[in-house]
C-alpha cells in the first residue's frame, strides 16, 4: 500500500474508531474485558514485523477502545483534564504531518515561530494581559508587557519555568552591582553565596502539587514550599499579613517567590479575591524584592469569561493578576487543544534568556528579515519543540473571543447548576438531604468550573467515586477535603450540554442515594 492511501485510510478508522454519533453519548472508561484484550495482545519487539495496515489495524481495534473518555464524552468530570475540539484536532494532526521543529526563529524558512508568536500574543488579549485589552482604557496598568512568552508542555512545566525564573530574578536583584555571577552563569550555590541568600521559599496557599516538584526540580527543594492559608476555613487563600512577615526576612538572607493559586484545584476558587490584594502584593514584593508566580493552570480563563453579571464574581476574583511577575497558563485544560500543551508568562524576555539560553551554536543563529522573534530553544526548557500552537491558533481563529467565552460560561453553568442542586430545597429530589456541599453551603455563588461534594451518609461517601467510575456513564474524581473523601466534579471540556447534563448529574445522585438507602446500609 502506498504511503498516500495508508495515511488516508488511517485518518478514516482513526475517526471510526473515536467517533460519537450524534445523540449518543461516549463511555467515560473502557470496558474492563476490552483493557484486558488490549493487555493481552500487548506485543514484545516482533521477529517478524507487522507492518503497517496490520499495526494500524491493531491499534484502531484493540489500543482504542482501551481509552477513556476524556475527549469523547462532555461527562467526564475527572482531574482538570479538558477535552480537544475538532479544529484543534484537525490543526494538530496539521503539526504531525508537517513534523515541524519550533526551535528556531528562521523567517526565511518557516512561518512556525511567528504563528507560535502571534498565539501567545492573541491568549494575553484573550485573557486580558496585554495593554490592548483594554486596561490601558481605564487609565491603569498600562504599559506592562509580556515579551517572555513561550510554550510548554504544560502547567507543571509552566511552574517550572516560573520558580525558575523567580530564583534568577531574587538572587540577581540581592548581587553586588556589576556582579555577573548570576544563577544562570554560575549556579545556585555560587549565587546565592555572593547575593547573601541562605534559604529561597515559596510562599503559597494550597499550591498545586507541581509546585512542590517545580521546586524541588530548580534546586529549592519541595520543602521551600511554605502554606501561608487564610483561615482554617479559607485555606486557599493567601494570608497577605503572613506574606508580609516572611518577606521581611529579607534581613535574614531569606528571600522569597509568592505563588499564587488561581484557582485552587479542590475547590476551584482563587488565592487572592480582589485588584486590592493584588495591588497590595505587588507593593510588598516591590518593597523585598520577591517575585510573584501566578498558577493559573485552568483558574485565570475565568478572565476570558462573557463580560456579564453573571460572571463578575469570578473577574473580581481573578483581578490584577496581570501585575505578577510570572503566569503559568495551561492550554490542554479550558482551552481544549491536545495534551501536551501550556503557556507561560513572564514581563521580561530577558529573563528566560539568563536561565535558558542555550549557547548558541552559529548554525543556530537567527538571520534575515521578518519580526524579531526570540529563537524558542533559548527561551524554555526545550531545543527540538512540536508545533503545540497550531491547535491553539486554530481555536482562536475559529472560535475567537466570543466563542470561547460562550464555551467557557457552558463549563461555569453546569457547575454552578450541580452546586445550586446540591444545597436547594426540590420536591422530587432533594439532594440536600443525602450530599454536601463543600467546602461549604454557600459555595454556590462563587463556582467557577469545579464542584467539591460528598455524601452525607459516610458508607456511602467512601464508595461513591467508585460507584460513579464504575457506571461507566460519566466520571468524577476523588479527593480529601479535611481529611475526609470527598468528591470532585470538574466541568471542562467543550461538548458540555448545560440542560442535558445537569438533569443526567441530578438524577444519577438522586438514584445512587436512593438506591443506597434501600439496600439498608
Ligand atoms: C493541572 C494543574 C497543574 C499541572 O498541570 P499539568 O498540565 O498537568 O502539568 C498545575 N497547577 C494547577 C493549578 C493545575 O490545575
Known amino acids: 500500500m502506498d504511503t498516500e492511501t495508508l495515511l488516508q485510510k488511517s485518518y478514516t478508522q482513526i475517526r471510526a474508531a473515536a467517533s460519537v454519533p450524534p445523540g449518543t453519548q461516549a463511555r467515560t472508561l473502557p470496558l474492563s474485558s476490552a483493557i484486558h484484550t488490549a493487555r493481552t495482545s500487548l ?4 521477529t517478524t514485523p507487522l507492518g ?3 499495526t494500524l489495524n491493531h491499534l484502531t481495534n484493540t489500543i482504542a477502545p482501551a481509552l477513556p473518555g476524556h475527549n469523547r464524552s462532555g461527562r ?3 482531574f482538570v483534564t479538558g477535552s480537544t475540539l475538532p479544529i484543534a484536532e484537525a490543526a494538530d494532526n496539521l503539526a504531525t504531518a508537517f513534523d515541524t521543529s519550533v526551535q528556531v526563529h528562521l523567517p526565511e524558512q518557516s512561518i512556525a515561530t511567528e504563528v507560535e508568536d502571534v498565539a501567545l500574543r492573541l491568549l494575553l488579549r484573550l485573557l486580558h494581559l496585554s495593554p490592548e485589552s483594554g486596561l490601558e482604557k481605564a487609565g491603569e496598568d498600562a504599559g506592562i508587557e509580556w515579551e517572555g512568552r513561550t510554550f510548554t508542555t504544560g502547567a507543571t512545566a509552566s511552574n517550572i519555568l516560573g520558580l525558575a525564573c523567580g530564583r534568577e530574578e531574587v538572587v540577581r536583584m540581592r548581587l553586588p552591582d556589576g556582579s555577573e555571577g548570576t544563577v544562570g552563569e554560575v549556579g545556585i550555590l555560587g549565587a546565592c553565596a555572593e547575593a547573601g541568600v541562605r534559604e529561597i521559599r515559596v510562599l503559597t496557599s494550597m499550591g498545586h502539587s507541581s509546585l512542590s516538584k517545580a521546586a524541588s526540580v530548580v534546586g529549592l527543594g519541595r520543602r521551600a514550599v511554605k502554606e501561608l492559608p487564610y483561615s482554617e476555613a479559607e485555606p486557599w487563600r493567601l494570608d497577605l499579613e503572613a506574606v508580609e512577615r516572611e518577606l521581611k526576612r529579607a534581613e535574614e538572607g531569606v528571600a522569597c517567590i509568592v505563588a499564587i493559586s488561581a484557582g485552587e484545584v479542590n475547590t476551584g476558587r482563587f488565592a487572592t479575591s480582589s485588584l486590592g490584594e493584588m495591588r497590595r502584593l505587588r507593593e510588598l514584593a516591590d518593597q523585598y524584592k520577591a517575585w510573584i508566580h501566578v498558577d493559573g493552570a485552568f483558574g485565570i480563563f475565568a478572565r476570558a469569561l462573557p463580560d456579564t453579571e453573571e460572571f463578575a464574581k469570578l473577574r473580581e476574583s481573578t483581578a490584577g493578576l496581570e ?11 479550558l482551552l481544549n487543544v491536545p495534551y501536551d500543551t501550556g503557556i507561560f508568562f513572564t514581563r521580561r524576555s530577558s529573563t528566560l534568556h539568563a536561565v535558558f539560553q542555550n549557547p548558541n551554536a552559529v548554525y543556530l543563529t537567527p538571520s534575515g528579515s521578518g519580526p524579531t522573534i526570540p529563537s524558542p530553544l533559548n527561551i524554555g526548557i526545550e531545543n527540538s519543540r512540536r508545533f503545540r500552537a497550531l491547535p491553539v491558533y486554530a481555536v482562536l481563529l475559529s472560535e475567537g473571543q466570543p466563542g470561547i467565552a460562550e464555551m467557557l ?6 457547575a454552578r447548576g450541580v452546586a445550586h442542586a446540591l444545597v436547594s430545597p426540590d420536591e422530587k429530589l432533594n439532594l440536600r438531604d443525602d450530599y454536601e456541599l463543600l467546602p461549604n453551603s454557600s459555595a ?3 463556582t467557577h468550573v469545579i464542584v467539591l461534594f460528598r455524601a452525607r451518609d ?3 461517601n467512601n464508595v461513591l467515586v467508585k460507584k460513579i467510575q464504575d457506571s461507566g456513564e460519566w466520571y468524577v474524581s476523588g479527593t480529601k477535603w479535611k481529611g475526609e473523601s470527598a468528591c470532585r466534579i470538574a466541568v471542562s471540556s467543550w461538548r458540555v450540554n448545560v440542560e442535558e447534563d445537569l438533569e443526567f448529574v441530578k438524577s444519577r445522585l438522586a438514584s445512587i442515594a436512593k438506591e443506597w438507602k434501600e439496600s439498608g446500609r
Open 43 to 46: 506485543n514484545p519487539l516482533p
Open 52 to 54: 503497517p495496515l496490520p
Open 76 to 78: 467526564y468530570f475527572g
Open 323 to 333: 501585575l505578577a511577575d510570572s503566569i503559568t497558563v495551561d492550554g490542554h485544560k
Open 409 to 414: 460560561a457552558r463549563m461555569v453553568r453546569l
Open 444 to 446: 454556590a455563588e462563587s
Open 458 to 460: 459516610e458508607g456511602l
